[in-house]
């Protein structure tokens, strides 16, 4: 069961400051709440029993949503610790242990690489749902190179326990083709074996950055990426919260239409988000956001925003990684269980 709330919306309000007001008390006037499929208790039996996954992957996607704090809601809290390999060991690992952050911040999984979850598989894999990451940004090679690589096996994540095989797609990318491919043959084997499917919707090209204005994390882009990925039957699509939108516009590319900014989207963050979830198929497959990198004091007002956009754009959660296990354990249990809490808080509604 769900655990009760410990924030009220006056420290909720408090915690956004200046952007309380603006999201939450957003109205969306772009595709209504009423055609999305929102969390929820009984979302498996809703919609993902309807779909072709076998039934050991219901049972997989149920167990993410049976675990932690947010238990019984429908929403998921994440703890995502691959960035050793990406951003270093140091940096990633020196402040807390990984899966006893999990544990100690009510999360519902914990998201890592084959060699952490395998070298404590039989201490945690009967205690939260593990998500293995198959895929990573190797950081050595220098000049570094950005490409997402095979790291292990689908059967080698069965084996140490995973419910869930994650990967990333750098969307746009040169070599965005190949992993489309691998991932897509990779999914259709954790399928096969009873597990769900995360997917890191990324997108990487020099090009996407126009005039000084970055369009990596433009709704309308970013919101391609989502359905590339639904397209490969990724059960979770993980996004970065979008910041501007008209990407195909300015960078003069690809097909688009007039009405994904005048009438699927507006310039409030939570609509952008709503475009990222429509995406989604609707909300199908549930859209987590990710809670970005550490930014020292701030790390909870915009963990806390990032959430409130999120639930009230109709994702599924946060998978929020450096602002929590880059800080003594009190204190990223502190920042996990503030975001868990903008999901269990009835005053915080779909837009």
């Known amino acids: 069961m769900a655990t ?16 309380a ?5 957003h109205e969306c006037k772009t595709v209504l709440k009423s055609q999305l499929h929102l969390p929820g208790p009984t979302f498996v039996d809703q919609v993902w029993t309807l779909s072709d996954r076998p039934t050991r992957v219901l049972r997989s996607i149920q167990s993410l949503f049976d675990n932690g704090r947010l238990a ?21 690992f020196a402040a807390t242990p990984i899966v006893e952050l999990a544990l100690e911040g009510g999360c519902n999984a914990v998201a890592s690489t084959f060699g952490v979850l395998g070298s404590v598989a039989r201490k945690y894999a009967h205690r939260i749902p593990f998500i293995c990451k198959i895929n990573h940004n190797e950081l050595l090679t220098y000049p570094n190179k950005y490409d997402q690589i095979i790291f292990g096996t689908v059967k080698q994540a069965w084996e140490l326990g995973a419910v869930a095989l994650g990967a990333t797609i750098y969307f ?13 043959v990779a999914f259709q084997a954790a399928h096969e074996l009873g597990m769900a499917t995360v997917l890191w919707c990324y997108l990487r090209n020099s090009a996407f950055v126009k005039d000084g204005v970055d369009y990596h994390l433009a709704a ?17 699509i993980k996004q970065k919260l979008p910041e501007t939108n008209r990407g195909f516009e300015a960078l003069k590319f690809g097909k688009t239409t007039s009405k994904v900014y005048d009438k699927l989207s507006s310039d409030n963050p939570i609509d952008l988000t709503r475009y990222q979830v429509i995406n989604c198929y609707l909300g199908r497959s549930g859209l987590i ?7 020292g004091e701030s790390d909870l007002k915009e963990a806390v925003k990032t959430a409130v956009i999120n639930k009230r754009a109709g994702g599924m959660g946060l998978i929020t990684g450096r602002k929590a296990f880059m800080r003594p354990m009190r204190d990223g249990v502190a920042i996990l269980n503030a975001v868990q809490d903008v999901y269990l808080m009835d005053e915080v509604t779909v837009a």
């Open 4 to 19: 009760a709330t410990a924030t009220t919306r006056s420290r909720l309000e408090e915690i956004l400051g200046a952007d």
């Open 21 to 25: 007001k603006p999201l939450l008390d």
């Open 72 to 92: 019984g809601t429908g929403y998921l809290s994440i703890l995502p610790v691959d960035q050793g390999i990406e951003h270093s060991a140091g940096a990633s």
């Open 172 to 184: 746009g990318s040169a070599e965005s083709d190949r992993q489309i491919q691998e991932i897509a």
């Open 220 to 236: 309308d882009l970013t919101g391609q990426a989502n359905h590339l990925g639904v397209t490969i039957e990724a059960d979770i």
């Open 289 to 295: 956001n990710s809670g970005g990198a550490s930014s």
